[in-house]
């Protein structure tokens, strides 16, 4: 800023007058700024690890959810150690079918809101990637 501010102050006084006052750059600003610039690329880079950071989370997500999905796709096929054939042991075996499936159901309802929050996330993610500051020195 020190040119800038140098050629402001000349022309601010060429309105004022020489006699005027003007007040000295203060030397805090360019320390400021420097500030803002090493505390900017910090966040900077706290974005991108979270950019990474929400990526792993995602696929761990994903994983979670096809690792439940199997297991309910299990569950359908088990037979408990009962006999198909029978009447009764069918009736059993559809029955804890259901029961165990339903369980399970609760944590992949999770997953699919979980997945539906994270994809909102990175959107939100995407926007913050997209802001800057310009705190340059001129």
Known sequence: ??????N?????????GDKVKIPAFPKSIPKSVQEVNK?????DKDREQLKKSLLIVKQKQDSAMEVFEQ???D??????GLDTKN???????????????????????NATDNNK?????DKHLANLM???VNCEEK
């Open 39 to 43: 505390t900017w690329d910090q966040f």
């Open 1 to 6: 800023m020190g040119a800038q501010w140098d």
């Open 87 to 109: 009447k009764d042991d069918l009736a059993k075996i559809k029955e804890g079918r259901k029961i165990l499936h339903d369980a399970l159901q609760v944590s992949v309802d």
């Open 117 to 121: 929050n994270l994809r909102e996330l």
């Open 71 to 73: 297991f309910e796709d």
């Open 8 to 16: 402001a102050v000349k022309e601010a006084q060429k309105v004022l």
């Open 130 to 132: 997209s802001y800057t």
């Open 75 to 80: 569950i359908d096929e088990e037979d408990f």
